[in-house]
C-alpha cells in the first residue's frame, strides 16, 4: 500500500498554526497526546523553511526529529535553502516538491511509514493544491489567536476542498482531535 502525506498539526480554533512572531507557546499541554507513539507511525518529515528552523532552535535534547536527522528522511522545503549548508536534511526546492513527494509516495508499504506534512500553511496549502495530501490531522487548541499563519496559506479552490471526517476525540484539556480524508474527487454537495 502507499504511503500516505498526513498534515498532522495543532492549531487554533480560528485556524491558526502559530502567531505572527512565529509563537507556538498558545498551544495546550496534554500528557495523555503520546508523541513516541505518534513520531512512530512516520518515516519522513515535510517542511518548510520556517518549521525547519524553529526545529532547529529547539534544545538538541528536545528535538524530537534528532534521530532522523543525516537519515535522509527529513525534507525541507524551500527556495532559500543552500542544499550544501544543509547537510542534516534534504532540500527541495519548492518548484520540485511534486515529483519528489510522488516518488516518496510510490514508494510501497514494508517497513516504510506514512509522511508527516509538518507545515507550515504555506507548504501545506501548496501540496494540498497538487493533490498531495491525503489527510488532515488536526489538534483544535481551545484558543483563539486572531491573527497569524493559517493552516492552509495561498490561493484556494472555488469549490474548496471536500473532506470526510475519519476520527474524532475529545481530550479532558479541550482539545479536539480531528481526523479528516481529502476527497479530491467529490464536488461540495
Not at 496534554?30 to 518549521?51: E, H, N, P, W
Not at 520540485?96 to 508527516?116: N, Q, T
Request: glycine content about 12%; hydrophobic content about 40%.
Amino acid at each position: 500500500m502507499p504511503r500516505k502525506v498526513r498534515y498532522n498539526l495543532a492549531a487554533s480554533l480560528d485556524g491558526f498554526i502559530a502567531t505572527p512572531t512565529g509563537s507556538y507557546s498558545w498551544i495546550v499541554d496534554d500528557k495523555t497526546i503520546d508523541f513516541d507513539s505518534l513520531y512512530a507511525q512516520f518515516s519522513c518529515f515535510v517542511m518548510g523553511r520556517t518549521t525547519h528552523e524553529a526545529y532547529l532552535a529547539m534544545d538538541p535534547a528536545e528535538n524530537p526529529l534528532r534521530a532522523y536527522y543525516k537519515t535522509g528522511n527529513v525534507v525541507v522545503v524551500g527556495d532559500t535553502l543552500d542544499r550544501d549548508l544543509e547537510t542534516q536534511v534534504e532540500v527541495v526546492k519548492l518548484g520540485e516538491v511534486e515529483s519528489f513527494v510522488r516518488a516518496l509516495k510510490g514508494r510501497e508499504g514494508g517497513k516504510d511509514g506514512d509522511i508527516w506534512l509538518m507545515g507550515g500553511g504555506k507548504l501545506a496549502g501548496e501540496m494540498l493544491r497538487l493533490g498531495l495530501v491525503d489527510t488532515v490531522e488536526v489538534a483544535v487548541m481551545p484558543v483563539l489567536l486572531g491573527e497569524g499563519v493559517k493552516m492552509f496559506e495561498g490561493k484556494g479552490r472555488e469549490d474548496g476542498w471536500r473532506l470526510e471526517l475519519r476520527g474524532c476525540e475529545r481530550k479532558e484539556t479541550g482539545i479536539l482531535m480531528l481526523e479528516y480524508d481529502v476527497l479530491y474527487e467529490e464536488p461540495w454537495k
